[in-house]
């Protein structure tokens, strides 16, 4: 445990060789997806094992990939969604949040409570009410119905609040005695107080929205509104385990914006999911 | 004609009263000091005249208009902050810049780009421009004016919060503790820096702090606080040298003053442990008397004159002067008392001393802590004076 | 120093302000607030508390989409739940999956994060490694996991091959798909728990180590029951929670991969709720299951909600 006392190199060793055989098999699903997409059809009905492909496929297979099925439309419609999604969070949760945190108003307590409350509520279990609901309003199967549910974050909200706790009053006041205005002090001071609040929030409500499945399976019809999961889950059901090659080709395009920008950005994701995630 | 007016000024946050009816009249270039221990309300009355807390009662008057529905931003006071306040998002320049920004461009003249677009917009932006680079000089600023709070050290940060309250040439400052978060050394010499800086800027400072030795060595008058009150208001001297409640006796002056227990006798002399004291005070014969006595104004006894016998239990040798600790019968703490270094030299600890106080220098409190007057009775012999 | 101001939040200060209308300063603010709540505040009752008022009306209801009429049936749908079959089972498989990813899921998250802590070589790649599944996205995977648990020619029955053992139908095995679902969902969740134990780690402090050390704790092992574990505790109690409720959730494996079979082995309440709502639209059945998920799910969330009350001084 104790960084002070450094371990003997023989539990050294012990510690990389265990780790590392846990990574290989963490690692497992993505390596094979990716062997997978390189090979040719006759090389993926095979009884043995072969991770580099006799044959390398991987032009035909990613091509093929494209032409099945409008892969860049659904990556282009998982980045309108999650980024309308979060602006619309943020646009609505920072002056809340500025207001629980920072205001003395009549019936603080009480939206505060409503805040907590419905952080308990999963989106699931609302499923039901909403469909219908959006059904009244005629506007299932569009982008209205993939957005709107989720516009409201009172998780947002709360995390929000908490970081604004932090700022002094003193910076608020300030602000007030320079002249700026209460909307003002909103955008213009707390906003650019709270980025690594923001960033935080921003990715776990980016990697929530682009990996959910529940939801746009629940309100979408059309193939051109599909986000990144229903898309390739609808790509597999076309193929039925037959065309391996470019359904993994498919599947390994759909998890690489995000992985990539993982790779990239490790700790702000780690930090970010691992915090919010709190929820 | 005051330029600042506290009148009966309450305030009461629930059922708890913070502020009982201050009163407090300023003049223009005055430099005063609210000061008193933390909770005392202080803090929250320099809010209220700020214009960030409504009071629950009384007014405030800024060069004879009753401000207490005008808006903090409209009041035209600049306040420096105990946290300083600073954007943190924004250089410098920025924030200095900010509040001549929200005051002569409006919104749209702010948005990026606009000099180039709304007429006017480039002539008021060199303006301001100019006079944040000259308060920026005044401070010595000039070289960081591109940098970010987080890049600057505690006494920087300091600083720029006094400019942006400076760049605005405000009817008056008003200073929330702004050294209490300075280290002790920095803290002394922003001191200095302030007293110079209100000198020559010759504006109103209200200067709340609650460390009284801020407020001796930078204020032309200091208003003692204590639960909600003002209990004094007057000069450095005058608060320290004639205390008219027993707890500005004890809040001002370190180390803290000696109270000892005394009664009057048939002539008004106070009998303090056996001495009597050579100032008859106004009170009946036999009243409790609590005796204020600082630790400069306690000397060593000469000779055979009656004196307080007692042992030494402490020395405190702060190198130009020593403070002893003296035990002394019939109370129940040491008797503080400074002596300049060269005579207490071969004074040590156990070694049993006699002491007697400076008699001019003595404060006579009722048992309520109010302040006895002396009577003046020029015909009675002073012992030693 | 104190400010008087500061101290009295909330409650006290705001009734005052509601007596005190003429205060401007406090009418101003008491109007900026409401101004910039108020679309949060709306969009809060259109979006979840309305909703979840509805879900619980509909429940006793027997409405269906499309159709012409609705009539109250009181406590009709939960009594048709009750006695289902279905349900039974998927309640029941429900519980299971959470029994077995919950313990496995933190156990290894633990483990992962002590031999991760324990040395000091290549912890950031490590814990990159086992983060990626977390945030990849799952229905990609699942599709990836089904090619690899494929009868024939899917790499975990060639590897079982290559050391003698006999190949399984991994998903199709009614005794097996729940394990199998259940280890796609170790296997995505134990990296969050790892990080959330990292974070409680770090933020032991080292002084306890070295007092243990000088108190005797001389063995790793001695160390970790003396100082380790009893620091953990209170993260431990969140990340069980968490790994509860997000396991009680599982829904995008199941979707893709079995559709609840084989012959409802595999059946899990979202999954039921999913498929009463939105495949035979009977809203009514639909809304009494998700009441009996929300009863589930709320139940591990005031826990927990509970738990960070008490403030766990080191998450």
Redesign the interface.
Known sequence: MSRANPLPTASAVARHVVLLALAAVVLLPFAWMISTSLKPQSEVFLSEIRWWPDRLHVVENYTAAFAKAPLLQFLLNGAIVTTSIFALQVLIALPAAYALAKLRFYGRDTVFALVLFCILIPAQAIAVPLFLLFHQFGILDTYAALVLPFIISVFGIFLMRQFFLSVPDDLVDAARMDGISEFGIVWRIMLPTAIPAITAFGIFSVVAHWNDYFWPLIVLNSESLFTPPLGVATFRNSEAGTDYGPLMAAATIIIAPLVIAFLFAQRRFIEGIAFTGLK | MAQLAISNVRKS??R?E?LRGVDIEIEHGEFISLVGP??C?K??LL?IV?????PTGGDIVIEERNVN?V???RRD???V??????????SVFDNIA??LR??RLNAWQRLPGAAWIIPGTRGTQQQIRTEVERVADLLGLTDLLGRKPSQLSGGQRQRVAVG?AIVRRPKAFLL??PL?NLDAKLRVHMRTEIAQLHRSLGATFIYVT?DQAEAMTMSDRIAVMMAGSIVQIGTPDEIYNRPQDIRVAEFIGSPKINILPGTTDADGRVRVLGLSIDQPVEAAPGTAVQVGIRPEAIRMATGAEPAWKGRVDHVENLGSEIFLHVAVGGIDGPILCRLESVEARTIGIGSTVALCPKTTAVNFFDAAGNRLAVRSMSYLQVANG | MADLALQHGGTTVVRRAHRRPHDARRAREQWTAVVLSFPALFLMFLLLIGPVATVLIISFTDYQLGAPSVGLVGLQNYQDLFSDRVFWKSLGNTLRYVAIVVPASVAFGLAVALLIESGEGLKSFYRAVFFVPVMATLIAMAISWEYMLHPQFGLINLLLKQIGLAPQSWLTDPHLVLPTLAAIGIWQLFGFNMVLFLAGLVSIPRHLYDAAALDGAQSAWSRFWLVTWPMLGPVTMFVVLISAVRSFQVFDTVHVLTKGGPNKASEVLLYTMYSEGFEFFRSGQAAAVAVVFLAFVLTLTVIKARLIEKRVHYL
Request: aromatic residues 10%; negative net charge.
């Open positions: 946050f629930d708890t913070v933390s909770g309300g803090s929250t809010r700020a214009g960030l807390e409504s529905d808006r903090a931003s006071l600049a306040m902050f105990q946290s300083y306040a600073l954007y943190p998002h924004l900010v509040p929200m005051r942006r929330d503790e209490s609650h």
